[in-house]
């Protein structure tokens, strides 16, 4: 059964760089994503917002809203995936999910059918 | 940006039928997922391609969608399926429905 586990900084300035990790145990990195929910108090919708999912081939996709800070990667052991999220803000503060994304190709649709325990991020001065 | 509409929240007696809808442009044409997420947890797959159950996931939990609207239907609903519920479908993006609370009165 695969396992996931995301880790992360915790905390985070504003205008800085966000780097999380996902580690993946009895499973083949096939598709995967992140996933965030804002997190906080005075946070009045915390509901599910999708960032980008990298296949095993390391090509990824990335929500059109945050294409331009975003990146995720592969490592080359194919058993952790990164996402970095530069240039920050208190919008930023949520809790990120990583989750494996099966895709069935022919009818263009997909599920979220694991998910990791999440990791609270704070950005904050 | 292709968008999916959930009520915020359902109210629903024990035994009875919930459903929650997610409305979006021909959403019947596409395929959706439901999520289930209760506080200080992971979302829980419920439902995907529409009707389908993953394994452990309870019979009462079943689903629709035609025209523009996908329901999730939860029969003789129990105390423990009072969470919040996410709709979830794959434009050229991968969309996410607002959620409903689901209260078990």
């Known amino acids: 059964q695969v396992q996931l586990q995301e880790s992360g900084p915790g905390l985070v300035r504003p205008s800085e760089t966000l780097s999380l990790t996902c580690s993946v145990s009895?499973?083949?990195?096939?598709?995967y994503s992140w996933i965030r929910q804002p997190a906080g108090k005075g946070v009045e919708w915390k509901g599910l917002e999708w960032i980008g999912r990298i296949y095993g081939s390391g090509i990824s996709n990335y929500n059109p809203s945050l294409k331009s800070r975003v990146t995720m990667s592969l490592d080359t052991s194919k058993t952790q995936f990164s996402l970095i999220m530069t240039s920050v803000t208190a919008a930023d503060t949520a809790v990120y999910y990583c989750?494996?994304?099966?895709?069935?190709?022919?009818?263009?649709?997909?599920?979220?059918?694991?998910w990791g325990q999440g990791t609270p991020v704070t950005v904050s001065s | 940006s292709y968008e999916l509409t959930q009520p915020p929240s359902v109210s629903v007696s024990p035994g009875q039928t919930a459903s929650i809808t997610c409305s979006g442009n021909?959403?019947?044409?596409?395929?959706v997922s439901w999520y289930q997420q209760k506080p200080g947890h992971s979302p829980v797959l419920v439902l995907y391609q529409n009707t389908r159950r993953p394994s452990g996931i309870p019979e009462r939990f079943s689903g629709s969608n035609s025209g523009s609207t996908a329901t999730l239907t939860i029969s003789g609903t129990q105390a423990m399926d009072e969470a919040d519920y996410y709709c979830?479908?794959?434009?050229?993006?991968?969309?996410f429905g607002g959620g409903t609370k689901l209260t078990v009165l």
């Open positions: 989750a494996r994304d099966t895709i069935h190709y022919r009818t263009s649709s997909n599920w979220f059918d694991s």
């Open positions: 009895g499973d083949s990195i096939t598709s």
């Open positions: 979830q479908a794959w434009d050229d993006s991968v969309v």
């Open positions: 021909e959403l019947g044409d596409k395929y």
